[in-house]
């Protein structure tokens, strides 16, 4: 199933009214599907004959999951609250902490459609790929990376990226019927570590049936910042209980481009150690210079070791079948720029980072600018060259122990 690096590229992309509508509803980023579908349809990038050669563009609407596809992962009790609120449950304060409906993540009206479109949209793309209809498949409303089987948490309502992950592992037939379990490698890019996704699948590999699902989260770790995790941590490759597949890379305040070029061969490396057939890479784009959370001074596209460079690999370079979805991203023009350039990307028409914003209803929202760039910050980046180092080695040594449990498989 592995994709040669210059073969022909089927992109298909999820979008529908019903979907960017719900998603635009979300407390934490209101209206920014609004403005990330509009400014991908404004450059045209929506258009199937305006691909690159060897490229072909299918649009594809996001329909509801239904409850068994949700009940992969969620239990019946969280899915009940959420999906049918009534009066009485909406107002049972006990039942909101249960199952994490405040704080960071409130009750909101269409909530239950919210759910359903937004993990309908990532499995309509998961299954785009797993059925061989397309070789990348993005769903930008995606990528929900805190919601756990009954929790509501840090924004996410329901576990989108986990729902993709077990769907694509699913045992696949081949035209002859020979029986195989594809590998899939979870990457995450959001500034906030992937706690859910990275718990669901620990020790996951200790079966007879072998390690199928890896989680690689690069992320911002400090102490008091969400979430706090003991996985989200450089882990002692000693301890009793170390899973080489459930990896995280750490990085402080100030990482820059050279910061993740950097680090960048060591996720290479855990890829070709693990071989995957899919590839899940959440997008977050809460590490982007400019984003309110002020931590990182990533840009969008100067360069390598930019998030544009660091896709565009991905894509590009690795073999494998890609589900991209977003994730954080809380300046919503900025995010909007990010996932209509990394759109481009996936399409082979890579736009230039100076492009002129088209000329649509949110243009006011780009000044001063109104160009696609998103250029790094200037804060002072503090992952030293000797932590670097250590990371290199570290990772040198798991993707050793990688090859290993791979290779008994």
């Keep these: 199933m592995e994709q040669a690096c210059d073969a022909p590229r089927r992109v298909c992309y999820i979008v529908s009214n019903e979907l960017v509508k719900a998603s ?22 929506l258009d199937p004959s305006g691909c690159s050669k060897g490229t072909s563009l299918r649009v594809l609407r996001a329909s509801p999951a239904n409850p068994k596809e949700l009940a992969a ?58 059925e061989d209809r397309a070789d990348i ?40 019927s020979a029986v195989w379990r594809p590998r899939v490698m979870y990457l995450d890019l959001d500034l906030h570590f992937s706690d859910a996704v ?70 290479e490396r855990v890829k070709d150690a693990f071989r995957p057939e899919f590839v899940l890479v959440q997008c977050g784009v809460d590490g982007l210079a400019g984003d309110p959370h002020a931590v990182w001074n990533w840009s969008l596209n100067d360069g390598k070791g930019s998030l544009g460079w660091c896709v565009d690999r991905v894509c590009s370079q690795w073999g494998c079948k890609v589900l991209m979805l977003g994730g954080g ?6 995010a909007a720029r990010a996932w209509t350039y990394l759109t481009s990307l996936a399409l082979g028409r890579t736009l230039s980072p100076e492009a002129d914003i088209p000329d649509h209803p949110a243009f006011p929202l780009y000044a001063p600018s109104f160009t696609l760039d998103v250029p790094a910050g200037n804060a002072p980046d ?26 008994c498989t």
């Design 24 to 45: 635009s509803l979300l407390p934490s980023n209101k209206n920014r599907s609004l403005l990330v579908h509009a400014l991908v349809k404004a450059y045209g990038l």
């Design 137 to 176: 498949a993005i769903c930008w409303d995606g990528g929900r990376h805190h919601a756990r089987k009954s929790e509501a948490s840090g924004f996410c309502y329901v576990a989108d990226c986990i729902l993709a992950i077990l769907t694509l592992k699913r045992m696949h037939r081949s035209p002859d």
């Design 382 to 407: 503090r992952n030293e060259d000797a932590y670097l180092g250590e990371i290199t080695e570290y990772f040198e040594i798991v993707a050793r122990s990688i090859e290993e449990r791979v290779n």
């Design 73 to 130: 992962y969620h239990t019946q009790d969280y899915l009940q609250f959420i999906m049918n609120p009534t009066a009485e449950s909406m107002t049972d304060d006990s039942d909101h902490v249960e199952f994490g409906l405040e704080e960071d993540c409130p009750p909101f009206d269409g909530l239950s459609d919210y759910v359903r479109l937004v993990a309908g949209g990532t499995l309509a793309a998961a299954n785009a790929l797993r």
């Design 198 to 267: 990275s718990e669901a699948f620990l020790d996951s590999s200790a079966t007879s049936l072998g390690p199928q699902v890896l989680t690689l989260s690069i992320h911002h770790s400090a102490p008091g910042f969400f979430p706090s995790s003991p996985l989200g941590t450089l882990r002692d490759r000693s301890a009793d209980r170390f899973d080489p597949f459930t990896l995280s890379l750490p990085l402080d305040r100030g990482a820059t481009d050279a910061t993740f070029a950097r680090i960048w061969p060591s996720v």
């Design 329 to 334: 991203g809380y300046n919503h023009p900025n």
